[in-house]
């Protein structure tokens, strides 16, 4: 089990009617996931709309959940930027806050060469050496893929403790594994990729499905730590349509519609984002059926 668990789920940012973060239902959905298989949350990452929050916003939310999961779960902070100075500046800030551990994405749209990427990380880690960081590749989402090589070199400064693999390249992921020292933590950042993620040396996923099924999820992840690789297998399988599901349009569009259907007040997505067709609801429910979540 890694330093932030085995499951971490990337929590979604409830809006309020009038479009102002819900504050309340983040505390309330945050707890109840804590008990529900969630060892830790990524805050305001990709699935919390981070891009459409402004820092206040982003800060409380950090502070919301972490005394909604004191004791229960960890708390990783979303504070990444592609402005290297933006990126310092949130983190020292968070670190203050006692906070477990920081998500440093991949500087997108500017698309810097890998010695670009990897002094961006390591002014980043340096300047707030007391707090566990995890790297976050995702080449769909920010234009530039994060090299093997260049995660084995950020992975030799000592606060650098793991990364979130979206590339959806296996091999990537186990060029990873084979570079960097086995304390040095693999994420899935694809649900339907954890399981394979795990044969290649991988630690666990940032979850987008743990919100409906992070008990599943963790039971998958603890039969394989035990070498029951086919019960691993069986719940993967019974998963991988939600998994896939999930992500039949932008994410977290259709986690926050599941949610809805689940009775949970987290309310829509911010602009330019939008809500999914009837054709995508029809889609989604048929998984959720299928597991009884409905």
Same mark, same amino acid.
């Given at each position: 089990?890694?330093?932030? @668990?085995?499951? $971490?789920?990337?929590?979604?940012?409830?809006?309020?009617? =009038?479009?102002?973060?819900?504050?309340?239902?983040?505390?309330?959905?945050?707890?109840?996931?804590?008990?529900? &298989? /969630?060892?830790?949350?990524?805050?305001?990452? /990709?699935?919390?709309?981070?891009? /459409?929050?402004?820092?206040?916003?982003?800060?409380?939310?950090?502070?919301?959940?972490?005394?909604? !999961?004191?004791?229960?779960?960890?708390?990783?902070?979303? +504070? @990444?930027?592609?402005?290297?100075?933006?990126?310092?500046?949130? +983190?020292?800030?968070?670190?203050?806050?006692?906070? =477990? &551990?920081?998500?440093?994405?991949?500087?997108?749209?500017?698309?810097?060469?890998?010695?670009?990427?990897?002094?961006?990380?390591?002014? *980043?880690?340096?300047?707030?050496?007391?707090?566990?960081?995890?790297?976050?590749?995702?080449?769909?989402? /920010?234009?530039?893929?994060?090299?093997?090589?260049?995660?084995?070199?950020?992975?030799?400064?000592?606060?650098?403790?793991? *990364?979130?693999?979206?590339?959806?390249?296996?091999?990537?992921?186990?060029? *990873?594994?084979?570079?960097?020292?086995?304390?040095?933590? *693999?994420?899935?950042? =694809?649900?339907?990729?954890?399981?394979?993620?795990?044969? !290649?040396?991988? +630690?666990?996923?940032?979850?987008?499905?743990?919100?409906?099924?992070?008990?599943? $999820?963790?039971?998958?992840?603890?039969?394989?730590? !035990?070498?029951? +690789?086919?019960?691993?297998?069986?719940?993967?399988?019974?998963?991988?349509?939600?998994?896939?599901?999930?992500?039949?349009?932008?994410?977290? $569009?259709?986690?926050?519609?599941?949610?809805?259907?689940?009775?949970?007040? !987290?309310?829509?997505?911010?602009?330019?984002?939008?809500?999914?067709?009837? =054709?995508?609801?029809?889609?989604?429910?048929?998984?959720?059926?299928?597991?009884?979540?409905?």
């Amino acid at each position: 089990m890694g330093k932030f @668990g085995r499951v $971490i789920t990337a929590l979604v940012t409830p809006f309020k009617e =009038d479009g102002s973060v819900n504050y309340a239902v983040a505390e309330q959905l945050a707890g109840h996931l804590a008990e529900n &298989g /969630t060892d830790a949350f990524v805050v305001c990452g /990709t699935t919390g709309e981070s891009p /459409t929050l402004t820092f206040d916003e982003e800060f409380e939310l950090f502070q919301v959940v972490q005394k909604a !999961v004191a004791g229960k779960a960890k708390i990783i902070a979303g +504070t @990444g930027s592609n402005s290297t100075k933006d990126a310092i500046a949130s +983190t020292q800030k968070v670190a203050k806050l006692g906070i =477990d &551990g920081s998500l440093q994405v991949v500087p997108y749209y500017n698309k810097p060469p890998q010695e670009g990427l990897y002094q961006h990380f390591q002014a *980043i880690a340096q300047s707030s050496p007391d707090l566990p960081i995890m790297l976050y590749n995702i080449p769909g989402r /920010t234009g530039q893929n994060l090299a093997s090589e260049t995660v084995a070199r950020l992975a030799e400064i000592p606060n650098i403790v793991a *990364i979130k693999e979206a590339s959806g390249n296996m091999d990537q992921a186990s060029q *990873i594994r084979q570079l960097t020292p086995p304390e040095f933590e *693999i994420y899935s950042g =694809d649900d339907s990729l954890t399981l394979p993620l795990l044969a !290649v040396g991988g +630690t666990g996923v940032v979850s987008v499905a743990s919100h409906l099924v992070g008990n599943e $999820i963790q039971q998958m992840l603890q039969a394989f730590e !035990v070498g029951k +690789t086919s019960e691993a297998l069986k719940v993967h399988l019974q998963l991988f349509p939600l998994f896939k599901s999930l992500f039949i349009t932008t994410n977290p $569009i259709l986690v926050k519609t599941a949610l809805k259907l689940k009775g949970w007040d !987290v309310g829509s997505v911010r602009p330019p984002l939008c809500e999914p067709s009837n =054709d995508e609801i029809n889609r989604l429910k048929i998984a959720l059926e299928k597991l009884s979540l409905l």
